[in-house]
């Protein structure tokens, strides 16, 4: 919902600067290019906790987005416990439970899809 908020903020930002207006345009109130990615919830929270020194708040809030985008509520808080116990994650990666090699593909494509858009 705030990402397209912001994606519709922009883009009448942008028609309204398209007007013209004379000379008082100002940089400092351009809308940036590429919107930014952030959002709060249990990814966020288990990132921030983590203690990681790239555990930035915008970092951990673009990956939060990008859940937000790609997995369900149920695979956010199961991945959530990932950053507190690595051991859990290998766990899941290794077991030969259909349901288990199901979440860890849905994981998967989300860790690599958070990787080329948060860093």
């Known amino acids: 919902m705030k990402l397209s908020t912001?994606?519709?903020?922009?883009?009448a930002a942008l028609g309204l600067a398209a007007?013209?207006?004379?000379?008082?345009?100002?940089s400092a109130r351009a809308v940036p290019a590429t919107p930014v990615l952030f959002a709060?919830?249990?990814?966020?929270?288990?990132c921030r906790s983590g203690g990681r020194d790239q555990a930035s708040r915008?970092?951990?809030?673009?990956v939060q987005a990008v859940a937000n985008q790609s997995?369900?509520?149920s695979d956010q808080?199961?991945?959530a416990g990932f950053f507190s116990n690595p051991q859990q994650a290998q766990e899941v990666r290794v077991s030969d439970r259909a349901?288990?090699?199901?979440?860890?593909?849905?994981w998967k494509d989300y860790s690599d899809s958070a990787a080329r858009q948060c860093t």
């Open 19 to 26: 007007c013209g207006g004379g000379s008082s345009y100002s």
């Open 6 to 11: 912001t994606i519709i903020a922009g883009a």
């Open 77 to 79: 808080s199961r991945g």
């Open 58 to 62: 915008a970092r951990c809030g673009c």
């Open 71 to 73: 997995l369900s509520s």
């Open 99 to 106: 349901s288990d090699e199901r979440f860890w593909r849905r």
């Open 40 to 46: 709060t919830g249990p990814i966020y929270s288990a």
